[in-house]
């Protein structure tokens, strides 16, 4: 099975700084990776797919990049709304995996 | 306006089963494969199964083959998950989403299930 590795644990950050989530892959997954955004209580969200696609009504402020094993995920301009838990997930091989979550806090 | 309400969800002691039902609205339900994701308490997310939306072909993860069931009522625009021979690492929240591509783009509110004895 494929193996996210996302870094860092934790980031801790100012409202209005820009935020930079990193998700690695054990073995390419091509551009089939996604990322969701998960608040305290609630659901996950799903925020970009296919490493760089926005999501319905996810705004601009939020954007993918990255192929093969190495993945981005950036928020321009952190919003008070924006502090959650973030997860990467990819689609290339069965089983689906995710991985292990960067909590953005505030600092 | 996609619609997933979990139901089912309790406290079952080791090796118990429990069945868990998500209701689908809003949506053609039978033209979309479904999704059950769980997450154990204060810990990450967890892909457990798949079910095509024609075929009914499934997928599990390694974790629960063999002892959950995932299956799907398109008459009655229902998505199931059998869990039999609960363990203790079974306990959390069980989450149903609709597939998207293999991308989960619509997900319920989650059913807590907890293995204790």
Do not use: H
């Not at chain 1, 870094?7 to 892959?25: F, H, I, N």
């Not at chain 2, 053609?28 to 457990?48: C, H, I, S």
Request: aromatic share 12%; glycine share 10%; charged share 15%.
């Amino acid at each position: 099975e494929i193996v996210l590795t996302q870094s860092p644990a934790t980031l801790s950050l100012s409202p209005g700084e820009r935020a930079t989530l990193s998700c690695r892959a054990s073995q390419s997954v091509s551009r089939y990776l996604a990322w969701y955004q998960q608040k305290p209580g609630q659901a996950p969200r799903l925020l970009i797919y296919d490493a760089s696609k926005r999501a319905s009504g996810i705004p601009a402020s939020f954007s993918g990049s990255g192929s093969g094993t190495d993945f981005t995920l950036s928020i321009s301009s952190l919003q008070p709304e924006d502090f959650a838990v973030y997860y990467c997930q990819q689609r290339s091989n069965w089983p689906l995996t995710f991985g292990g979550g960067t909590k953005v806090e505030i600092k | 306006e996609v619609q997933l309400l979990e139901t089912g969800g309790g406290l079952v002691q080791p090796g118990g089963s429990l069945r868990l039902s998500c209701a689908a609205s809003g949506f053609t339900f039978k033209n979309y494969d479904m999704t059950w994701v769980r997450q154990a308490p204060g810990k990450g997310l967890e892909w457990v199964a798949a079910i095509s939306g024609y075929f009914n072909s499934t997928y599990y993860a390694n974790s629960v083959r063999g002892r959950f069931t995932i299956f799907r009522d398109n008459s009655k625009n229902t998505l199931f998950l059998q869990m039999n021979s609960l363990r203790a690492e079974d306990t959390g929240v069980y989450y149903c989403a609709k597939d998207q591509d293999d991308y989960l783009g619509d997900w319920g509110q989650g059913t807590l299930v907890t293995v204790s004895s």
